[in-house]
């Protein structure tokens, strides 16, 4: 079986960080698993500005941020698995391997074109998913299941990086910052965006992204307002939204008809966090993510999280920041393995 002393799941900011941190820390043997074809993550498709203030102290687009930890990782020569997706983690109780630097070995199952399904034995892992969005069937909204639905991340990737205008008439649900930048990129492609709603009393993204993305183009933001129903069965024709009480509750005869081809979801994020889940480490049911100690360390000993799949984080510079803590403990971790089997 092939063996690394730490396999990082996730070749995003939070990955290529912590990688980088483990390598500092005096850990070479470190493997990036990544399922897209590039490493980057999230950024790659992030073409807006913003990025990077804290970490660099200046403005990048999402590509410019992850390509400057890219380079680092390949000046470093650390090993990456692109196009790569991991199936689970078996613990060592489970598995009955030998120590690799440490007595705690997992075993990571993997999958991809060029190897099929295969295992890599490591000491330490190092969890760097990101998240994912939540999905239509969270939201419990009437009507069919026509086309012209999309999460505000998928409508981002077809636009900026697939080249595919995904409708003309646009209407956003939720105010979440991808769906409030993703209000304007729809407006600058020539779409026209008729409304954001929102359920809460307030934006759910940054104010900057309210006024630059929403205020600037003169598109409106309903608040206390969400979607009542879809209409359209074979493709969107249009949404009625309604207006709601102080307890969420929708007002009777506030309903407001918008026609319209397309319907974006920007209504929160999730961690990413199936195989954390199937390994059995213990979950944080306030943040969704693993429960972890102050060295970033889950209830299954060698295995650390860091980024968006521990908690949601609103600048990618705390994820880059975070990574670095993780790679720097999991390195002591794989360190503290190798004083243990000289003994």
């Given amino acids: 079986m092939e063996k690394h002393e730490i396999v990082i799941i996730g070749g995003g900011p939070a990955g290529m960080a912590a990688a980088l941190s483990a390598e500092e820390h005096g850990v070479r043997d470190v493997l990036i698993l990544e399922r897209e074809e590039e490493l980057g993550g999230i950024l790659n498709q992030c073409i807006h500005n913003g990025f990077g203030l804290h ?40 598995n009955g391997g030998e120590g690799l630097g440490n007595l705690h070995p997992k075993t990571v199952t993997a999958v991809n074109r060029d190897r099929g399904i295969f295992q890599i034995q490591a000491s330490a892992v190092i969890l760097a998913m990101g998240c994912r969005e939540r999905p239509r069937g969270a939201l419990n909204i009437p009507g069919y299941r026509p086309a012209g639905i999309y999460s505000a991340g998928t409508a981002q990737r077809l636009v900026n990086q697939e080249g595919v205008l995904p409708g003309k008439e646009i209407v956003i649900l939720g105010s979440g910052d991808i769906g409030l930048i993703m209000a304007r990129r729809m407006t600058l ?132 920041k975070e990574a670095e803590k993780a790679g720097r403990f999991a390195a002591a971790w794989v360190n503290a393995g190798r004083k243990e089997n000289r003994k």
């Fill in 189 to 320: 492609e020539g779409a026209r965006v008729k409304v954001v709603a929102e359920r809460l009393p307030h934006p759910g993204g940054l104010m900057r992204n309210v006024v630059q993305c929403l205020e600037d183009y003169g598109i409106p933001l309903k608040l206390n307002c969400t979607a009542a129903e879809i209409h359209g069965k074979e493709r969107v024709e249009g949404v009625t939204l309604v207006q709601l009480d102080g307890e969420g509750r929708p007002i009777s005869g506030t309903e407001e008809y918008y026609a319209c081809d397309t319907l974006l979801l920007s209504v929160g994020l999730i961690p990413e966090n199936e195989i954390t889940r199937g390994m059995g480490a213990a979950m944080d049911e306030k943040t969704g993510g693993p429960a972890v100690s102050e060295e970033l360390e889950t209830s299954v000993p060698g295995v650390f999280a860091c980024g968006n799949v521990l908690h949601v984080h609103g600048l990618v510079d705390n994820v880059s």
């Fill in 55 to 94: 970490t660099f102290g200046e403005e990048l687009t999402g590509p410019e941020y992850a390509a400057r930890y890219e380079e680092w990782v390949k000046q470093r020569k650390l090993p990456c698995l692109t196009g790569t997706t991991v199936l689970g983690i078996r613990r060592e109780e489970e």
